[in-house]
């Protein structure tokens, strides 16, 4: 069975601060890809990055950066000087490399104050 | 149009009315699926379509049914709703290939209210 877990249920930081968002997976399947994904007010998911169970590099894009810690079956999300259009619900979820199904977490509501 | 697109974006419906929501996918993939998003719950995969035969349905009601013409739209025909089934259904598209199932692109949804 898979299962994410996002313990952070909501989170409020002032602009230009550092944020992260938790996320921590269970699985039992050797390869598997995990995701994250970005819900603002209008409702549409919109994909950010996928990693494969055998790519533990962390990778930046801009102000975003993501920590992949097999060790501690963990891959956490860092917003480096957030900004108020990055107010929204976070989602992490993982799908084993044998099928479709995304399991997705419960989500992060972040706020970002002007 | 581009990615994907759902129609309505808004529905209020009875519990007796029929309905439909749609969705269109323009990025050429070959995948299609439906979620539920409910207020506080995960999002919860309800069906999965591949090259427009189902191959996943998560214990959904019959109350629920999908229709994939072709691989560009998916239609998820509702009847007889529960108050329960007001969600936000989220429809996906992927590009899958010879096994490996690739990342979803997601529309904005349908936000549904049944009354």
């Known amino acids: 069975a898979q299962k994410v877990t996002q313990a952070q249920t909501e989170i409020s930081v002032v602009e230009k601060e550092d944020v992260t968002l938790d996320c921590v997976y269970e699985t039992r399947d050797t390869t598997y890809y995990l995701f994250w994904y970005k819900q603002p007010p ?24 993501w920590n992949f810690q097999k060790s501690t079956s963990s891959f956490n999300f860092t917003i480096t000087a957030s900004q108020v ?30 | 149009e581009t990615g994907v697109t759902q129609t309505p974006r808004h529905l209020v419906m009875g519990m007796t009315n ?29 069906f999965v379509y591949n090259f427009k035969e189902q191959t996943e349905n998560n214990s959904v009601p019959s109350r629920f049914s999908p229709e994939c013409p072709n691989s560009s ?40 209210t049944v009354l």
């Open chain 2, 18 to 46: 029929k309905k439909s929501l749609k969705c269109e996918q323009h990025l050429g993939h070959n995948a299609m699926y439906w979620y539920k998003q409910s207020a506080k719950k995960p999002l919860e995969l309800m």
């Open chain 2, 73 to 112: 739209h998916l239609f998820l025909h509702l009847h007889t709703l529960q108050p329960e089934d007001s969600a936000l259904y989220l429809c996906a598209s992927s590009q899958d290939e010879g096994g490996t199932y690739n990342e979803q692109f997601f529309g904005p949804g349908t936000r549904l």
């Open chain 1, 42 to 65: 209008s409702g549409e998911l919109v994909f950010l990055i996928r990693r494969n169970s055998f790519d533990e590099q962390n990778e930046i894009s801009g102000r975003y950066s």
């Open chain 1, 85 to 114: 259009v990055d107010s929204a619900v976070y989602f992490c979820a993982l799908r084993p490399g044998s099928a479709r199904q995304l399991t997705f977490g419960s989500g992060t509501q972040l706020t970002v104050l002007p």
